[in-house]
């Protein structure tokens, strides 16, 4: 074993736990290891910084911004509002209602800013037409990865293989060419919340505390919060960070990503992201804070998000949406090419596009645009294409490739797929979903060479099962979003979700092969 490889194995191994440790966020992490990885010689200067000009890392932070509009256009709180049953009803009808709806939607848009906003709307709604709302915000969660996976820019992490494939050489994906196994899963994986999950998840837990009457009279009402990443006290006891003295508020309990409460004496509490914390707050909060980055959601408050914001603008962020999506699918065909063979009429085209004339026409605030973009997501992807190259310059994707084609004793590229998709899989329930993509795609590549196969099959697993993080809180930030407002336990999610990953699993090692052979 030569030092590269021995010092990129060690360096992966320490990333993987500094990310499960959450020490630091992924986005440092990864760039700690891509700047060992450079003073080691392993990448050169150009090397490092070529995943932070790459046109998929780029396309996710336009989206970002595209999602942005159509979020502060008011479209998805109409659209979730008309959705949702009046009066009475179930919740097999209710779900079977919004469920498919929620996942083409997502097929389309961030899934974060669509949980975001139906998050609060749903968990309302459901106290109102006396239904608990934890039959619906891990389903919520749920289907809106399952649409995601449906086309390329439905989750990042579909964007970031895509740029990885190109770098290495070969056509990437289309618009809907994901979609020929992604629909599958997403009808199943639909079929399966709609017949299970209301059997599966708890019914209503009681709420923390209520405010007294004398705090009702100074006009003061409990808020739920969920920490961003941008909060300033992450990793910090509440006792040293004073939340009160920061945000004006009053903490009165905690909800951690293990599920577990912490009410009373709030002092020792440690903040992490994902936290949910219920406030006791004024009639100033949500105006102050609605639309910091401090915060993932807040909810049940007078939520910003789901203020009527004019017809007009409603229908211009629709229109735009359409024409982006439409375009770039439309841009792939022969005669988009040979009408204008100088211009590449792609998703990165048109997301530009769109995105200029969402900030001229003021769907977004064009003067705190910096402020909607995931900075630390965007690190994460460029970092991602860095290290898959250090594993493919020092050697590691070869050997750890032909360490897996032992283990399988030369039963062929179908085991050998099965064996990347549950490596993957446990990667992205443990970390984050890119950087898992990115320590397998090198693993793909080398073993469709050494196989001497097409690499297209196991470019396509990668996609499938970085994303298909059902089984914990951690593996997802819509996941965390909804466990601290839903009220879950950690075991919710693995009860409904380890299934749904095992679906996921099964056709993809049965569909992949027959859609893309090798």
Not at 453 to 463: D, E
Request: include cysteine.
């Amino acid at each position: 074993m030569t030092f590269e490889i021995g010092f990129v194995l060690f360096a992966l191994v320490g990333m993987v736990a500094a990310l499960v440790a959450d020490k630091m966020r992924p986005g440092m992490v990864l760039f700690t290891v891509v700047v060992l990885f450079m003073c080691c010689g392993i990448l050169s200067p150009k090397e490092m910084l070529e995943g932070f000009s790459n046109k998929g890392m780029i396309t996710v932070a336009l989206l970002f911004l595209v999602s942005e509009g159509v979020r502060q256009s008011g479209t998805l709180a109409q659209v979730i509002q008309k959705l949702l049953p009046k009066g009475h009803t179930t919740v097999w009808r209710a779900q079977a209602r919004i469920l498919p709806a929620i996942a083409f939607i997502s097929a389309f848009l961030n899934n974060t800013p669509v949980v975001v906003i139906f998050a609060p709307i749903i968990k309302r709604w459901a106290k109102s037409v006396k239904l608990p709302a934890t039959k619906f915000l891990i389903p919520l969660s749920y289907v809106t990865i399952l649409g995601g996976i449906c086309t390329l820019i439905g989750t990042s992490t579909n964007l970031v293989v895509h740029g990885m494939i190109i770098d290495a050489g070969y056509p990437g994906f289309s618009m809907f060419e994901l979609g020929k196994v992604g629909v599958f899963i997403a009808i199943v994986g639909i079929i399966y919340l709609l017949i299970f999950s209301h059997k599966l998840l708890p019914d209503a837990r009681p709420e923390t505390d209520t405010p007294d009457e004398e705090e009702e009279r100074e006009g003061l009402h409990l808020l739920e919060v969920v920490l961003g990443p941008r909060f300033p006290g992450i990793n910090k006891r509440e006792g040293d960070f004073n939340f009160k003295r920061h945000y004006g508020a009053t903490m009165k309990g905690v909800k951690n990503r293990s599920g577990q409460r912490y009410e009373g004496n709030l002092a020792d509490v440690v903040f992490h992201e994902g936290d949910t914390l219920l406030l006791l707050v004024d009639d100033t909060f949500v105006p102050t804070w609605g639309e910091s980055r401090v915060f993932m959601l807040i909810a049940n408050g007078d939520d910003a998000n789901a203020r009527n914001k004019g017809k007009r603008k409603r229908w211009l962020a629709l229109v735009l949406l359409m024409l982006m999506i439409v375009g770039a699918t439309l841009g792939e065909l022969p005669f988009a090419k040979a009408l204008l063979p100088g211009v590449k009429l792609d998703m990165f085209f048109f997301a530009t596009i769109t995105v200029i004339v969402m900030a001229w026409t003021n769907l977004f605030p064009a003067r705190k645009y910096t402020k909607y973009i995931s900075w630390d997501i965007l690190i994460t992807i460029a970092c991602a294409f860095a290290i898959s190259k250090a594993m493919v310059n020092s050697g590691v994707a070869d050997i750890v490739a032909r360490f897996i084609i032992s283990l399988s004793h030369d039963h062929g590229p179908y085991v050998l797929l099965a064996a990347l998709f549950i490596i993957t899989n446990l990667f992205t329930e443990l970390i984050t979903n890119n950087a898992a993509a990115a320590l397998a795609f090198p693993l793909a590549l080398s073993l469709s060479q050494q196989l001497g196969v097409s690499p297209t099959p196991f470019f396509v697993v990668i996609c499938m099962a970085a994303s298909a993080s059902f089984s914990t809180p951690i593996g997802y930030q819509t996941n965390l979003i909804v466990q601290g407002i839903g009220n879950y336990k950690f075991t919710d999610f693995v009860k409904v979700g380890l299934p749904l990953n095992l679906i996921t699993f099964l056709i993809s090692v049965l569909l992949i092969p027959i859609l893309w052979p090798f």
